[in-house]
């Protein structure tokens, strides 16, 4: 029997993210702790949920045990209600079909824009990453949210590059580039759950882990971040989360 308070980062990742998804929702999810925090949800209050991956499938069953290492995998297809081509899931985005867009990232910066291109000057990168996929388009036409470990080196002031758009500049910029719905809507990290400013579009502090300070926050930021006064503290994971959570990954792949 674990302690409740017993977790790790990752799984800190995967259930405060689940707790944002609301039953009834359609999640263009990628793998890992989105994958993870989407069937973790359908588990425990969202049995109304579908998922959707890259590679063209609908509504999958992800069994316990049997996480797909990629959105082409095929244990993605496993009781799926409908696999299409790539082309024709992402324009259920296009037409409107998505609310929840959900990933990673190895940049986020304050407007709440992704880097997963490359680190470093363009015309010769310290560090080459995955690339775009569908994260663009998914990033372009849905609500965001985005899970993350909180370091310096990953909430920077300005992305190397921008892979898949936040705010752009901020204010009303995303809008004036060509971008008038979704935007990023939460991201969860190891430290909190952050939010958008209204107007600036800039990010802010919704609430903190317990025993988590404002200071170390700041102090692994690479810009001010901004907070309320009666700031939230966030409610620890409950053991039943932690149980069905390590019942989906048992091997600890994407929760170690």
Do not use: W
């Not at 405060?16 to 994958?35: C, Y």
């Not at 290492?69 to 299409?84: D, I």
């Not at 663009?136 to 892979?163: C, P, W, Y």
């Not at 926050?217 to 069905?244: C, I, N, S, W």
Request: aromatic fraction near 6%.
């Amino acid at each position: 029997m674990h302690s409740p308070g017993d977790y790790t980062a990752s799984e800190l990742l995967a259930v405060m993210s689940s707790r944002l998804l609301k039953d009834g929702q359609i999640v263009f999810a990628g793998v890992g702790i989105p994958l993870l925090a989407a069937t973790l949800a359908q588990g425990l209050h969202c049995p109304g949920l579908t998922i959707l991956f890259e590679g063209g499938v609908i509504g999958p069953i992800i069994e316990p045990g049997k996480l797909p290492p990629s959105t082409n995998e095929q244990r993605c297809t496993k009781r799926a209600n409908m696999v299409l081509g790539s082309t024709d899931v992402l324009l259920l985005l296009q037409r409107g079909y998505v609310d929840i867009g959900f990933m990673g990232g190895a940049q986020i910066d304050q407007y709440g824009n992704l880097n997963t291109s490359y680190i470093g000057d363009p015309a010769n990168p310290k560090t080459r990453l995955p690339g775009s996929g569908g994260g663009n388009d998914i990033s372009s036409l849905t609500q965001m949210i985005v899970a993350m470990k909180h370091e310096k080196r990953r909430f920077v002031g300005t992305v190397d590059f921008v892979t898949s758009p936040g705010f752009l500049r901020g204010g009303t910029t995303r809008r004036d580039g060509g971008l008038p719905t979704g935007g990023m809507y939460r991201v969860v990290t190891d430290f909190g759950i952050f939010g958008f400013d209204d107007e600036t579009k800039r990010m802010n502090i919704i609430a903190l882990h317990p025993g988590v300070t404002i200071e170390q926050v700041q102090d692994k930021t690479g810009f001010e971040l901004a907070f309320e006064p009666d700031l939230g503290v966030t409610e620890r994971p409950t053991e039943r989360e932690l149980d069905v959570l390590r019942k989906l990954d048992p091997a600890r792949l994407y929760t170690a």
